[in-house]
């Protein structure tokens, strides 16, 4: 915020719709699946577009390790670090109100030993305000025992950012009855091990739909089809702010890079042609104040 932003009395923030009064928890999640009510997701990272997410009525926000790429410039998930989630899911929790709070375990927090990656899912919690914490693959004794410590967990399978160097890239999961059927077993055992949801990333339709039908806990889909309890999409995919084509499976909604460029472009054109700012754009001394300091100088300038 600018240090000249002075927030005045009566100009309040934008009212919440009343869609945004209930907070959304893992259990209300699962009601929607079992009244059939899509359940809607974005990433997000920082305080302001988390706000924007959330005031929209979004359920589920989700700090991704996608961050590592869309907000810091990695080439993968890899590299980010528990101390750079936390530090970008404290950013998220402070500005929501309403959807939950999720965050991304990322890569290497919870690939040793399952009491370590408790340990760190509890940091989530403690120091970050995390309501749930999302773990990729079929890691059932981590989830089952994440759900023993209080801690709601969303499952990822199919396509895990994270096993990106095993996988080769990155590529669409499932797709012969050997893996389709390892993925729906995967699926029931995080399931029956107290997973609260599961993201199934880049997967057939048909499977998606198939998973979807026999879990109890909602799925939510991205690049998985229509068929899932929910969606989800990365935040900056939405908005043309990745600087790269996007996959199949992105619908784009606006052009926000366009918007930004723009905008600051029109910024320096008016400070190069001094249109940036104007008198009405300035503070002014008081009157008083005014008239004596011009009195000054003229007296300076008489006897100069
Ligand atoms: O990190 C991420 O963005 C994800 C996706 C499921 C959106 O894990």
Same mark, same amino acid.
């Given at each position: 915020?600018?240090?000249?932003?002075?927030?005045?009395?009566?100009?309040?923030a934008?009212?919440?719709?009343?869609?945004l009064?209930t907070k959304?928890s893992?259990?209300?999640?699962?009601?929607?699946?079992r009244?059939?009510?899509p359940?809607t997701?974005?990433?997000a990272?920082?305080y302001?577009?988390? %706000?924007? #997410?959330? +005031? =929209? @009525?979004?359920?589920?926000?989700? $700090?991704?390790?996608?961050?590592a790429?869309? /907000?810091?410039?990695h080439?993968?998930?890899?590299?980010?670090t528990?101390?750079e989630?936390?530090?970008?899911?404290?950013?998220v929790?402070?500005?929501?109100r309403?959807?939950?709070?999720?965050?991304?375990m990322?890569?290497?927090?919870?690939?040793?030993?399952?009491a370590?990656?408790v340990?760190?899912?509890? %940091?989530? #919690?403690? +120091? =970050? @305000?995390?309501?749930?914490?999302? $773990?990729?693959?079929?890691?059932?004794?981590? /989830?089952?025992?994440l759900?023993?410590?209080?801690?709601?967990?969303?499952?990822h399978l199919?396509?895990?950012?994270?096993?990106v160097l095993?996988?080769?890239?990155?590529k669409v999961q499932?797709?012969?009855?050997?893996?389709?059927?390892?993925l729906?077993?995967?699926?029931?055992?995080l399931?029956?091990?107290?997973?609260?949801?599961?993201v199934?990333?880049?997967?057939?339709r048909? $499977?998606?739909?198939?998973?979807?039908?026999?879990?109890?806990?909602?799925?939510i889909?991205?690049?998985?089809?229509?068929?899932?309890?929910?969606?989800?999409?990365v935040?900056?995919?939405?908005l043309?702010?990745?600087?790269?084509p996007?996959?199949?499976?992105?619908?784009q909604y606006?052009?926000?890079?366009?918007?930004?460029?723009?905008a600051?472009?029109h910024?320096?054109?008016?400070?190069?042609?001094?249109?940036?700012?104007?008198?009405?754009?300035?503070y002014?001394?008081p009157?008083?104040?005014?008239?004596?300091?011009?009195?000054?100088?003229?007296?300076s300038?008489?006897?100069?």
């Amino acid at each position: 915020m600018s240090l000249t932003n002075f927030p005045y009395e009566g100009k309040a923030a934008a009212a919440p719709t009343s869609r945004l009064t209930t907070k959304v928890s893992m259990p209300a999640l699962q009601g929607m699946k079992r009244e059939g009510k899509p359940i809607t997701a974005l990433t997000a990272y920082d305080y302001a577009t988390s %706000r924007l #997410v959330d +005031e =929209a @009525g979004i359920d589920m926000i989700l $700090v991704g390790d996608s961050l590592a790429m869309v /907000v810091l410039g990695h080439d993968n998930t890899l590299a980010v670090t528990v101390d750079e989630m936390l530090h970008h899911t404290r950013a998220v929790r402070r500005a929501v109100r309403r959807a939950l709070v999720v965050a991304d375990m990322p890569f290497g927090s919870y690939h040793g030993t399952v009491a370590e990656g408790v340990a760190n899912a509890v %940091r989530f #919690v403690k +120091e =970050a @305000g995390a309501e749930a914490v999302k $773990v990729e693959g079929p890691r059932v004794e981590l /989830v089952r025992a994440l759900t023993d410590a209080e801690i709601p967990v969303v499952g990822h399978l199919g396509l895990t950012p994270q096993s990106v160097l095993r996988m080769g890239g990155y590529k669409v999961q499932a797709k012969t009855v050997e893996t389709l059927t390892q993925l729906r077993a995967d699926a029931l055992a995080l399931a029956e091990a107290g997973a609260g949801a599961i993201v199934l990333e880049g997967v057939p339709r048909e $499977v998606a739909a198939a998973v979807t039908a026999e879990l109890e806990i909602p799925t939510i889909g991205i690049g998985a089809g229509p068929d899932c309890d929910g969606q989800i999409l990365v935040f900056h995919d939405i908005l043309n702010m990745t600087f790269a084509p996007h996959a199949k499976f992105v619908r784009q909604y606006a052009d926000a890079a366009a918007l930004i460029r723009e905008a600051v472009e029109h910024y320096r054109e008016d400070v190069e042609h001094r249109a940036f700012p104007t008198d009405e754009e300035s503070y002014h001394l008081p009157a008083a104040v005014r008239d004596a300091t011009n009195a000054l100088v003229a007296i300076s300038e008489r006897s100069a």
